[in-house]
C-alpha cells in the first residue's frame, strides 16, 4: 500500500510528489497522459507585474513562492530548467496605456513591491529594439522566467530518482492528493473551470537568442500580452484570456497577439511563427488557489489559474507539510478548498 497517491502529473502534483518522497513516503503520481496548462505556459515568474488590485492575499503567497525559487530551480539544476533572473519590463504604446500602466503600477508600489516607473528612453537603454512610439513603464526586478517545458522532465527526472513512481493505475493509498488542474472539477465538484489562453511561439532567425532579454508586460492600444524570450532563439507571446472550453486556435486570437507584441517589438515582425496553440487555465471564483484537506483521506492543490508554474515550489512544501504533520500552515488560511461551500 502506498501512503499517497498524487492524481495529476504536471509541475505542482510532481513537485508534491517530490517532496513527499524526499520525506521518506511511499507515493505514486497518476499521469493520465495528457499534457497540462503548463504546455501552453510561458513561464514567467511574476508576483510583481501579476499583482492585481483586490488579491492581497494572493500576491504575498506568489511573494513567498517566488522567493523559493531560485532554491528550488538550484535543485533542479537552473540552466536545465531555462530559469532567468532579468526583471521584468512594463511597457506601454499610448498615453492611455500608460495611463492604466501607472495606475497599476502605483498599487503594487503601494504594497511595497519592487517596480519603479521608467521613462521611454531609460525603457530603450534596458531593450533598444523597443518601438520610438513606447510612451513610458516600468521595472520590476524580482521577476523571473523558466521554461515549463524543461521544468516538466526535470521535476519528472527527481520524483522518479526519491522514489517516486509514475503509474496509469495507481495502488491504494492512506491518503489521495488531487492536482489535476482544470480536470479537479470532475474528480472532486470543486468549483474549478477551464480558463482558455492562446499563446505563440516565435524563434529568431538562425535561432539566435532574440534581441532583448527581459520579460515584457505590454500594453498596446488596450491589449495587454508579455513576451518571454528564450536564449534558445524563442519568444513566447501571451496570452488571451476566453471563458471557453475549446481549444481552437483562432485567427483573431493569434492577430491580436501579433499585432500587439509589433506594436512594442518591431523586429519580430521577421521572426518565424513557431507554434500557435490554446491552453486551459483552472481557474476558480477568486481567481486564487484551493489546497487544503478536502474530506478525509482527500487533500487537492488546484485552481492555481495564472499562477501554476510561480506556486509550485510553495505549494509542493505547504502540502507535503500538511501531508506530514496533518495540520495546514496559517499560510494556506486563504485557500481553504472549502471556501465557496
Ligand atoms: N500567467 C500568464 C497567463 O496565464 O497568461
Redesign the pocket.
Given at each position: 500500500m502506498n501512503d499517497l497517491v498524487v492524481v495529476g502529473a504536471g509541475p505542482i502534483g510532481l513537485a508534491i510528489a517530490w517532496r513527499c518522497a524526499a520525506r521518506g513516503m511511499a507515493v505514486e503520481v497518476v499521469d493520465d497522459g495528457q499534457r497540462g496548462a503548463w504546455h501552453a505556459?510561458?513561464g514567467?515568474l511574476g508576483p510583481v507585474a501579476?499583482a492585481y488590485f483586490g488579491e492581497a492575499a494572493l500576491t504575498a503567497f506568489l511573494v513567498e513562492s517566488v522567493r523559493r525559487w531560485p532554491a528550488f530551480a538550484a535543485e533542479l539544476g537552473a540552466e536545465e530548467i531555462g530559469y532567468r533572473a532579468e526583471g521584468t519590463l512594463v511597457v506601454a504604446l499610448t498615453g492611455d496605456d500608460l495611463a492604466e500602466a501607472e495606475r497599476l503600477r502605483t498599487y503594487q508600489a503601494g504594497l511595497g513591491l519592487p517596480i519603479t516607473s521608467l521613462r521611454p528612453a531609460e525603457l530603450r537603454d534596458r531593450e533598444p529594439l523597443l518601438s520610438p512610439r513606447v510612451r513610458g513603464g516600468a521595472y520590476a526586478p524580482g521577476d523571473h522566467q523558466v521554461n515549463p517545458r524543461r521544468l516538466i522532465p526535470a521535476l519528472r527526472r527527481a520524483a522518479t530518482a526519491a522514489g517516486v513512481t509514475i503509474v496509469r493505475e495507481p495502488r491504494p493509498a492512506r491518503l489521495t492528493v488531487v492536482a489535476a488542474g482544470t480536470g479537479s472539477a470532475a474528480l472532486t465538484g470543486l468549483p474549478v473551470r477551464p480558463v482558455k489562453?492562446q499563446i505563440l511561439r516565435l524563434r529568431a532567425p538562425g535561432h539566435q537568442p532574440p534581441g532583448f532579454s527581459h520579460v515584457i508586460r505590454g500594453y498596446a492600444d488596450g491589449r495587454h500580452i508579455?513576451l518571454v524570450p528564450r536564449l534558445d532563439g524563442e519568444v513566447v507571446v501571451?496570452?488571451t484570456?476566453e471563458e471557453r472550453a475549446d481549444a481552437h486556435v483562432t485567427a483573431g486570437g493569434v492577430v491580436e497577439l501579433l499585432r500587439a507584441a509589433a506594436d512594442l517589438v518591431p523586429e519580430i515582425n521577421e521572426y518565424e511563427l513557431a507554434e500557435a496553440i490554446a491552453g486551459h487555465?483552472p481557474g476558480t471564483p477568486d481567481n486564487a488557489p484551493l489546497i487544503g484537506r478536502l474530506s478525509e483521506g482527500v487533500i487537492v492543490a488546484t485552481g492555481h489559474?495564472?499562477?501554476g508554474i510561480v506556486l509550485t515550489p510553495l505549494t509542493a512544501d505547504l502540502v507535503a507539510d500538511l501531508v506530514e504533520m496533518g495540520v495546514p500552515d496559517p499560510m494556506l488560511g486563504p485557500f481553504a478548498p472549502g471556501r465557496f461551500a
Amino acid at each position: 500500500m502506498n501512503d499517497l497517491v498524487v492524481v495529476g502529473a504536471g509541475p505542482i502534483g510532481l513537485a508534491i510528489a517530490w517532496r513527499c518522497a524526499a520525506r521518506g513516503m511511499a507515493v505514486e503520481v497518476v499521469d493520465d497522459g495528457q499534457r497540462g496548462a503548463w504546455h501552453a505556459s510561458a513561464g514567467m515568474l511574476g508576483p510583481v507585474a501579476e499583482a492585481y488590485f483586490g488579491e492581497a492575499a494572493l500576491t504575498a503567497f506568489l511573494v513567498e513562492s517566488v522567493r523559493r525559487w531560485p532554491a528550488f530551480a538550484a535543485e533542479l539544476g537552473a540552466e536545465e530548467i531555462g530559469y532567468r533572473a532579468e526583471g521584468t519590463l512594463v511597457v506601454a504604446l499610448t498615453g492611455d496605456d500608460l495611463a492604466e500602466a501607472e495606475r497599476l503600477r502605483t498599487y503594487q508600489a503601494g504594497l511595497g513591491l519592487p517596480i519603479t516607473s521608467l521613462r521611454p528612453a531609460e525603457l530603450r537603454d534596458r531593450e533598444p529594439l523597443l518601438s520610438p512610439r513606447v510612451r513610458g513603464g516600468a521595472y520590476a526586478p524580482g521577476d523571473h522566467q523558466v521554461n515549463p517545458r524543461r521544468l516538466i522532465p526535470a521535476l519528472r527526472r527527481a520524483a522518479t530518482a526519491a522514489g517516486v513512481t509514475i503509474v496509469r493505475e495507481p495502488r491504494p493509498a492512506r491518503l489521495t492528493v488531487v492536482a489535476a488542474g482544470t480536470g479537479s472539477a470532475a474528480l472532486t465538484g470543486l468549483p474549478v473551470r477551464p480558463v482558455k489562453g492562446q499563446i505563440l511561439r516565435l524563434r529568431a532567425p538562425g535561432h539566435q537568442p532574440p534581441g532583448f532579454s527581459h520579460v515584457i508586460r505590454g500594453y498596446a492600444d488596450g491589449r495587454h500580452i508579455y513576451l518571454v524570450p528564450r536564449l534558445d532563439g524563442e519568444v513566447v507571446v501571451g496570452a488571451t484570456v476566453e471563458e471557453r472550453a475549446d481549444a481552437h486556435v483562432t485567427a483573431g486570437g493569434v492577430v491580436e497577439l501579433l499585432r500587439a507584441a509589433a506594436d512594442l517589438v518591431p523586429e519580430i515582425n521577421e521572426y518565424e511563427l513557431a507554434e500557435a496553440i490554446a491552453g486551459h487555465r483552472p481557474g476558480t471564483p477568486d481567481n486564487a488557489p484551493l489546497i487544503g484537506r478536502l474530506s478525509e483521506g482527500v487533500i487537492v492543490a488546484t485552481g492555481h489559474y495564472r499562477h501554476g508554474i510561480v506556486l509550485t515550489p510553495l505549494t509542493a512544501d505547504l502540502v507535503a507539510d500538511l501531508v506530514e504533520m496533518g495540520v495546514p500552515d496559517p499560510m494556506l488560511g486563504p485557500f481553504a478548498p472549502g471556501r465557496f461551500a
